[in-house]
């Protein structure tokens, strides 16, 4: 080879950052998270039902939460839900965390390993769970 | 033709990954042996294709240069478009890596009054530029999906990248950007009536599957969402190979994730191979310093000579018989 040395060292270097999340990831075992559903409000339910499915919720609470902050600042539309028995608010203080109230294994356990980070707590301010 | 080729290849590819995931349930080849080979082609590829470069003698210095050579010590010298050392070369390859300087010189020829006119053309600089960042940002970010705990810095380049806070999940600019420039460059491939002639299914091939894989994936995030956990857990069986669940994810991540790899698979044997070979472009990466120093050819053999004094010693005889002029008598 010609310039071996120099070509020889630029695909050692590409090939590490390509394969960096294999190496750094080496003898490790991926485990799926699952948020915790033990809580006061929930154990205590008539029938253990949220707003919506819970297929559908996975995948778009976060569009359910900006539904209602459209309904309910924009539209004054403020109408309460029955679910599992409970009267609920279109909220996300007053509603969601009225039943899951443990901010951190449940909302944060998902976020936080696949790197999401709402916007919800920039506003939002829960004083027990010291969230800011 | 080579759009319609192009095009149909990718509704090809876009059909069988929806078709296997939906109909075959072939979730497990789709999610995890093709991603497997298209990694393994395209390491192994990349890998025999700049070592086939790199066997490639470059006998004679080519640079192509487009300033002042280093001279006598009065005339100024060019640094970077002319250089002269290393370190100059080092320059100007970064400017060329990081910042396109060449296609910053794009030049638009139009004939104005029945006069060639030459006018500054920076738009495909700009989309090219764009491209190739915004294409790192979205892989960086994609780094999410590889690493328990999520570095810092995928974790900031994602804020940043949302700062605009739009919608929920938060729109991130860099996808858009992306797919919008993919948008531009084919669209100027088919304007330019020079350009669309020299184009080939090569050239329209990498550009839409980039636009499809920037679709799904924007797809994915804002409309036809799928469960981010249990692609997480898929994704980091991948990286650690180990056991991989393939159940309740959505046939779109599927798609994704086959034209992700048919991107990497069709990587090492494409002109996308340019990523590794603007480094190795002899016109690029030589210092221009033929009149300094002395390169010899290294397959130069030994040639054979015959002097004229050595000639004049073989016929003096002859040539003085015949009164011919000598050097030496």
Not at chain 2, 119 to 142: E, I, M, P, Q
Not at chain 2, 155 to 183: E, K, R
Not at chain 2, 214 to 224: H, P, Q
Request: glycine fraction near 6%; charge should be positive; charged fraction near 20%.
């Amino acid at each position: 080879m010609y310039n071996g040395g120099k070509i020889i060292a630029g695909l050692i270097i590409f090939f590490g950052l390509v394969t960096f999340p294999f190496y750094s990831n080496f003898g490790k075992t991926a485990n799926k998270v699952t948020p915790k559903l033990d809580t006061p409000v929930i154990n205590q339910l008539e029938k253990k039902e949220c707003v919506k499915p819970k297929e559908y919720m996975r995948t778009e609470h976060m569009k359910v939460l900006d539904e209602w902050r459209d309904e309910v600042v924009r539209e004054g539309k403020r109408d309460k839900m029955i679910v599992g028995g409970i009267e609920i608010e279109k909220s996300l203080q007053n509603g969601c965390l009225k039943c899951h109230s443990n901010v951190k294994t449940f909302c944060d356990v998902c976020h936080t390993s696949s790197g999401v980070k709402p916007y919800c707590w920039d506003c939002h301010f829960i004083k027990e769970e010291g969230l800011l | 033709m080579g759009i319609f080729f192009s095009f149909s290849m990718i509704i090809a590819l876009v059909v069988i990954a929806f078709a296997g995931v939906q109909l075959a349930n072939m979730q497990f080849i789709f999610g995890v042996v093709i991603p497997y080979a298209a990694i393994a082609t395209f390491l192994i590829g990349v890998g025999f294709r700049v070592y086939k470069w790199g066997r490639s003698p470059v006998p004679f210095r080519i640079p192509t240069t487009c300033g002042q050579q280093k001279s006598l010590p009065w005339i100024k010298h060019s640094r970077f478009e002319n250089p002269d050392s290393t370190f100059d070369v080092v320059v100007r390859m970064a400017l060329e890596v990081f910042l396109f300087r060449t296609l910053f010189r794009n030049l638009k020829a139009e004939t104005r009054e029945g006069r060639v006119a030459y006018g500054s053309d920076k738009w495909l600089w700009l989309a090219g530029l764009a491209l190739h960042v915004t294409f790192f940002v979205v892989l960086l970010r994609h780094l999410r999906f590889f690493m328990e705990p999520v570095p810092f810095f995928v974790n900031l380049t994602d804020s940043l990248d949302g700062f605009m806070q739009v919608g929920t999940p938060h729109l991130l600019i860099t996808g858009v950007v992306l797919l919008l420039a993919a948008v531009y460059l084919f669209f100027r491939r088919i304007s330019i009536p020079q350009v669309r002639y020299i184009s080939l299914p090569a050239d329209y091939f990498p550009l839409f599957l980039i636009m499809s894989i920037a679709i799904s994936g924007i797809l994915m995030r804002y409309f036809t969402k799928v469960d981010l956990v249990r692609i997480k857990a898929l994704t980091m069986g991948l990286v650690t190979i180990g056991p991989v669940e393939t159940d309740g994810i959505g046939a779109i991540f599927f798609v994704h994730i086959f034209l992700i790899s048919i991107l990497l698979a069709y990587f090492p044997f494409s002109k996308l191979m340019h990523m590794g070979g603007v480094f190795l472009s002899p016109t690029r990466n030589m210092a221009n310093n033929s009149r300094i120093k002395r390169h010899i050819n290294p397959w130069n053999y030994p040639v054979k000579v015959h002097t004229y004094e050595e000639y004049e010693e073989e016929f003096r005889d002859k040539m003085k018989s015949v009164g011919l002029p000598l050097e030496k008598e």
